[in-house]
């Protein structure tokens, strides 16, 4: 009985695992606030995290940008002074392992997996406060798709889907 | 009740408790989560995965599953006359909690895995494997690590002593074996790893005189092709000296020089699918000096090759697929003794 007892408690525990890096993980959708903002600045995304934990981040990064400015919806600036609102938070993949027997190797892909994670939020320049925020949500891959280019997409997807519905909704701009 | 059974008794006590190591650090783990989901930042991580198999041999199973490079291979088995005692199902579950700790001298990392063999039909072979390691990055080129490892009170089949068909005793092993291996990294393709290793197996009373001290070296090279693919050599020499060498009356001296190479290919065949295929020969050769020991000039060739895909479903998930065969023979029997494992799994990162 005890075994079946221990194996279940140490799912639960291990099933409550949460990374959030620091960053707030209150959900904020402001459309009205949202609808308005059509300049971006992307702040670096690896938030200070030491690079063995969170990996890719500047790939992430590029990979927002081009995504968003290819939208149309969002112009990217070079500058915070020049945004409307900046992007914060992390951003990135992290490697796991799984061999029993086998050491894994010094450098290269192989023997690993990688797991997407990330917590943005859409700063307004001037407020500071929260617009919009998004946490990775995990699931699935596609069979090609690399990791990185999973986290951009989510990101990047989920802020001008947003922006789309607060358009939509005819919101007043400010 | 004779001392024989006596012993046998104690030995099954000592094997409960042996067994329940495993329980008691699944506890361990357990007791250690909250920390690292309070403390992201502080690097733990943890792993966990169980594969279904399909074995056509119960008393070589293990063997086969730890023969590999950086496993072991030269865990004991029965004579192959004594095996073939039939197929079984094996549940094998594992967990794995390692800890990344940054630091001005390089990156370390420690971990603790625990695996586990359950038979389905054949529940009196179920084992446990423990590993405790520490690998310390100098550099991104040069790698140091420390494993432990033991696999305590490992149930290898029935066996008779001195050649009687009667009396069939359990043969047990404990063995504790520590690696070190140092891994560098030459050029852009060329990796160099040097492994020493060193243990000891205890057997049970009745085979006590087959406990042995052993040591291990051998260098690994490795050619990196590009990012996705990598092929690995390997040749290990290991000398094993057991306690019946100092017994000649016993006529059951198991001392040996084992050889192993082995030839291995990873690859990534698409982003997330990841092919290994290995091909590893060993070579026993048997130092017994009385000629009325059955191995005086005995020698054993095993041929193994296996063959794993590996598939990122998640982000947390990967599914595996491995078939792995193995020949045996040995000069001093007739008889050639084939294992073929198949099986599928998921591992799961917390």
């Not at chain 1, 797991?115 to 998004?134: A, F």
């Not at chain 2, 030995?11 to 329940?20: I, M």
């Not at chain 2, 060498?245 to 040996?256: G, P």
């Not at chain 2, 290994?276 to 000039?297: K, S």
């Amino acid at each position: 009985m005890l075994r079946p007892i221990t194996i279940i408690v140490f799912c639960c525990l291990l099933l409550g695992c949460h990374r959030t890096f620091g960053i707030p993980t209150d959900i904020v959708q402001d459309l009205p606030a949202l609808a308005s903002v059509r300049s971006v600045y992307i702040e670096d995304l690896a938030h200070g995290e030491d690079p063995h934990l969170v990996e890719g981040s500047d790939e992430v990064r590029e990979k927002i940008m081009e995504k968003l400015a290819k939208s149309g919806r969002f112009s990217i600036v070079d500058s915070p002074e020049q945004a409307d609102a900046a992007l914060t938070g992390v951003a990135g993949f992290q490697r796991w392992y799984f061999g029993m027997e086998s050491f894994y190797g010094l450098e290269g892909s192989l023997n690993t997996q990688y797991s997407g994670i990330g917590m943005v939020r859409l700063l307004d320049s001037k407020t500071k406060q929260p617009i919009w925020t998004h946490e990775y949500e995990t699931g699935f891959f596609h069979p090609t798709q690399s990791v990185v280019d999973r986290v951009a997409d989510q990101f990047a997807d989920q802020l001008l889907g947003a922006a789309a519905l607060a358009d939509g909704q005819g919101l007043p701009s400010q | 009740m004779p001392l024989f059974l006596l012993t046998q008794s104690r030995r099954k006590n000592g094997s409960l408790v042996l067994k329940s190591l495993a329980t008691c650090l699944i506890m361990l783990l357990s007791a250690a989560s909250p920390g690292f989901a309070a403390a992201p930042k502080k690097g733990w991580s943890a792993t966990g995965g169980a594969s279904f198999y399909y074995t056509d041999d119960v008393a070589l199973f293990s063997a086969t599953r730890r023969s590999s490079l950086d496993g072991d291979p030269s865990q004991p088995v029965l004579d192959v006359s004594r095996t073939g005692i039939g197929k079984d199902m094996v549940f094998e579950p594992y967990v794995r909690l390692s800890k990344l700790i940054p630091s001005s001298f390089g990156e370390t990392e420690l971990s603790a895995r625990v695996r586990g063999f359950v038979y389905g039909a054949n529940p009196e072979f179920s084992q446990a494997g423990i590993y405790l390691e520490a690998i310390h990055g100098f550099t991104p080129r040069t790698v140091l690590r420390l494993r432990y490892f033991t696999a305590p009170d490992q149930l290898l089949g029935q066996t008779t002593f001195h050649e009687s068909e009667e009396n069939l005793q359990d043969m047990r092993v404990t063995s504790h074996l520590g690696t070190v291996r140092l891994d560098h990294r030459l050029s852009e393709h060329w990796e160099i790893q040097l492994l020493g290793r060193a243990g000891i197996r205890n057997f049970n009373d009745p085979f006590v005189q087959r406990d042995t001290l052993l040591w291990r070296v051998g260098p690994h090279l490795v050619y990196h092709m590009n990012h996705h693919a990598r092929v690995i050599l390997g040749y290990h020499y290991e000398r094993g000296l057991a306690e019946g060498r100092h017994e000649a009356e016993l006529h059951d001296d198991a001392s040996y020089v084992h050889h192993f190479a082995s030839i291995g290919v990873e690859m990534d065949l698409m982003e997330h699918l990841e092919l290994e295929l290995d091909f590893h020969y060993e070579r026993n050769n048997f130092t017994a000096g009385n000629p009325e020991d059955e191995r005086f000039n005995g020698h054993e060739n095993i041929f193994l090759g296996s063959g794993r895909l590996s598939y990122q479903l998640t982000d947390h998930t990967a599914l595996t697929f491995m078939v792995q065969r193995s020949n045996r023979k040995q000069n001093f029997h007739q008889t050639h003794d084939h294992n073929t494992n198949v099986s599928v799994g998921a591992v799961y990162r917390f």
